[in-house]
């Protein structure tokens, strides 16, 4: 009788999980496992396991009946990562479907939407759909409001402000644009030197090396505009700021806009000199942005300082192959500009080199400099 019991409870829970009646704790456990390793992804900078973890999140509170507001927070991260990957038209449907979900969670996952009308905005934008971004931005803003953002964190509103405005003058709305930078500037001159809350840069800065990786610079570019501009808002430490500006600067020049990659690079060198960084990367960037301009003279000015700045970090011995295609970059930009007897020097240096480290093969992958069309945003 008692195994007869016990069979009918367990068929009568089989049946009842099945039809989508009560929620299954295996499920649950496994989803939160899923969503923990999303995160872990995302942070190591492997969006694509992310975006795969998080799927399979989603997946588990479907099939657990967990309920609409679990599925939602893993249907929101699947779509933001996955907009990340520059898979666009995917990440959209996601957003809309994980607003579906926040409206059938009765108050439940309430404070999802406005973050997630946020980044939804901010990814059509990103894709250069403005027409389209500007009435997300606007229920994003209404949000916002409703939370009362404003008082919470100031220079977080201001930051989201000044992106809603950018996305107003893409668009042709000037007059709401400027009504809403003036909002934006009313705010910073309230509270001069406070810093954001919104800790948002990172996950920007892992769009961006997805994007490099991928070898998709437009996107790269957009997205270390935005880690610069989020680590800048929350006034993070110099050395944090130095790594970002080289990112922004490098892509910059991916995408042909050489002056302001000049400008970023050389801040990204001021402020790893001021903290004592290793700022002979910046001066190889700035080298290389110049050599690949044909600009020589200038490159030649950035090599010199550059290979003085390497032997003291003894390059020839910790990192030959490296070092060895600098001084050829160096002694071509000599020879283009007719310093024969200075190129000499250098040419007898890398014999040296090679002399003394035979079989090198070179590693050094370039940013390809002016190799991809600009993007304006």
Request: aromatic share 10%; net charge negative; proline share 4%.
């Amino acid at each position: 009788m008692r195994l007869i019991l016990e069979y009918s409870v367990l068929a009568l829970l089989t049946s009842l999980l099945l039809s989508g009646c009560i929620s299954n704790p295996v499920n649950d456990y496994t989803r939160a496992r899923y969503y923990e390793a999303g995160e872990k992804a995302e942070m190591a900078g492997d969006l694509e396991t992310a975006r795969r973890d998080f799927g399979r999140a989603q997946i588990n509170a479907q099939t657990g009946n967990l309920g609409p507001a679990k599925e939602a927070y893993a249907c929101y991260e699947w779509s933001r990562v996955t907009g990340y990957l520059g898979r666009y038209a995917e990440a959209e449907k996601g957003y809309i479907e994980a607003l579906a979900l926040i409206d059938k969670a009765n108050g439940q996952a309430d404070r999802l939407r406005p973050p997630l009308l946020c980044e939804y905005a901010r990814m059509l934008r990103d894709s250069g759909q403005e027409p389209k971004a500007v009435p997300v931005y606007t229920r994003a803003l209404s949000e916002l409001e409703q939370i009362y953002i404003e008082s919470v964190d100031p220079m977080g509103m201001a930051e989201f402000l000044d992106d809603y405005s950018q996305a107003l003058r893409s668009a042709g709305a000037t007059g709401q644009a400027d009504a809403i930078a003036a909002r934006s500037a009313r705010i910073k001159d309230k509270h001069p030197g406070e810093p954001a809350k919104t800790q948002a840069q990172q996950s920007y800065a892992n769009a961006g090396h997805a994007a490099q990786g991928r070898n998709d610079w437009g996107a790269a570019r957009l997205y270390w505009s935005r880690a610069v501009s989020a680590t800048e808002y929350a006034c993070l430490p110099p050395a944090q700021l130095a790594v970002f500006y080289y990112e922004y600067g490098r892509s910059l020049g991916a995408v042909c806009e050489f002056a302001e990659a000049d400008s970023y690079l050389k801040k990204a060198m001021k402020l790893d000199q001021d903290s004592g960084g290793d700022y002979f990367t910046d001066l190889t960037e700035l080298a290389r942005l110049n050599y690949d301009q044909g600009k020589f003279g200038e490159a030649a000015a950035f090599y010199e300082l550059d290979v003085a700045a390497l032997d003291r970090k003894n390059a020839e011995v910790t990192a030959p192959a490296a070092f060895l295609d600098l001084l050829r970059e160096f002694s071509d930009c000599l020879k283009k500009t007719g310093h024969d007897e200075e190129a000499k020097a250098i040419d007898a240096r890398i014999a040296q080199v090679a002399a003394e480290h035979p079989g090198l093969h070179s590693i050094t992958e370039r940013t390809p400099y002016g190799k991809y069309p600009p993007r304006k945003i």
